[in-house]
């Protein structure tokens, strides 16, 4: 870090640079930009980031992010309680609600299993989620992990569980995504296309 900076300057790209994907170049160029902003408007961005921690909390009976308990999602009584989407994070939620095709309840696992990193079923959102299909007549849940190996682990770890409880189990399709060139697509991706493929009549 050049000491040309001032120390408050050089602080908050030191911050910045601690979020994921953003390196020491990215870091300064935000830093710079906000240093250019107005101060009522950087002052703006200070206190939303300083809330954060004051106002959002998890929801108790999904686990994603909100202000309210229940969040909005668990607490709407038009949503489908029979079904429930387990997700990795309360991004994944948000990416099927962008979506619109889900009307049911979500479980957020806040992970995957990942022995490597020490990460196993206790550390994750598992025991609520077997307390949820037993509490609320849930029949059916959607395993919405993604098709990584950890993702594809925690997807079967979690059907092999639920087998002898009485719900349906059931993995979103994964496949070739619109546009792409078949040749691209790599090994994974070609066996779930294939293994989740559908009649044309």
Known sequence: MSSAFPPALTRLIKNLGRLPGVGEKTATRMALQILRWPAPQARELA????????KIRLCSRCFTFSQED????????RRDSSIICVVEDPGDLLAIEKAGAFRG?????????????????????????LERIGREGVEEVVLATSSTVAGEA??????????DRGVRTSRIACGIPM?????????MTLQRALAARVSCS
Do not use: F, N
């Open 154 to 163: 925690t997807a079967t770890y979690l059907s092999d569980l639920l087998q």
């Open 47 to 54: 206190g939303s980031i300083g809330e954060l921690h004051e």
């Open 179 to 187: 546009g792409m060139d078949l040749k691209y697509a790599d090994k």
């Open 105 to 129: 309840r979500y479980h957020v696992l806040h992970g995957v299993l990942s022995p490597m990193d020490g990460i196993g079923p206790e550390q994750l959102r598992i025991s609520p989620l």
């Open 70 to 77: 229940p969040c909005p999602i668990c607490s709407d009584s």
